[in-house]
């Protein structure tokens, strides 16, 4: 049997698989835990052969970080990432992390043991997509990585100054993509922008 560890901060949702993982045949339930940062030290107590881990859990702890610690010393575990916030760089940082999977939970057609199925076969299985969330006038595929760079780094507070720095970019070239978004969305500044991105959850600074 395949030794699942279960990382979500939410009863209900965490109840959900914990029920789809008793109906299997192929699967065990090893371990349900609210927390990514206890994922590790779960891992290290038994053997786990797939986790399925949320990215946001509890005590803001990220699914992401733990899951790359967890890359980092054994490879061999399977890990899928679930979460419902269609954020613009968790697909990108979950295959950066070595990551096997990637669910959402909202928005996915197929279920989460199909996607587990595909996995344990040897199948990366990823989105080709984030779900399409509407930004002012515009959607999230509208914009350029460059550009959902800058909101990121705007969603810090950052200066127009700083941005330019931490990109390695000139202040020009910031004003002209800062511009490229205010025409996109049809906001009048960069306020509605963030308030909007991290509103919809497309952009979240933290992670």
Avoid at 25 to 32: G, K
Avoid at 48 to 68: H, N, P, Q
Avoid at 107 to 116: M, V
Wanted: glycine residues 4%; proline residues 2%; aromatic residues 8%.
């Amino acid at each position: 049997m395949i030794q699942v560890l279960i990382v979500e901060d939410s009863q209900i949702f965490r109840k959900v698989i914990e029920n789809q993982i008793a109906r299997s045949e192929q699967y065990a339930l090893y371990a349900s835990i609210e927390n990514a940062a206890n994922a590790e030290i779960a891992c290290l107590r038994g053997k786990v052969d797939l986790i399925l881990m949320d990215v946001c859990t509890a005590d803001d702890e990220s699914g992401l970080k733990a899951a790359a610690k967890i890359k980092q010393y054994n490879s061999k575990i399977k890990i899928i990432i679930m979460t419902s916030m269609p954020e613009h760089s968790f697909i990108q940082k979950a295959k950066k992390y070595g990551c096997d999977g990637f669910w959402y939970k909202e928005y996915e057609d197929n279920s989460l043991i199909e996607i587990c199925d595909r996995v344990l076969n040897g199948e990366k299985v990823y989105p080709e997509n984030t779900p399409i969330i509407r930004i002012g006038c515009a959607d999230n595929r509208e914009f350029t990585n460059r550009e959902f760079q800058i909101i990121r780094e705007l969603t810090k507070g950052r200066k127009y100054e700083d941005i330019a720095v931490e990109l390695d970019i000139s202040l020009n070239t910031v004003k002209y993509h800062i511009k490229n978004i205010l025409l996109k969305t049809g906001f009048q500044n960069t306020l509605q922008v963030v308030a909007e991105v991290v509103e919809r959850r497309l952009i979240l600074p933290k992670y």
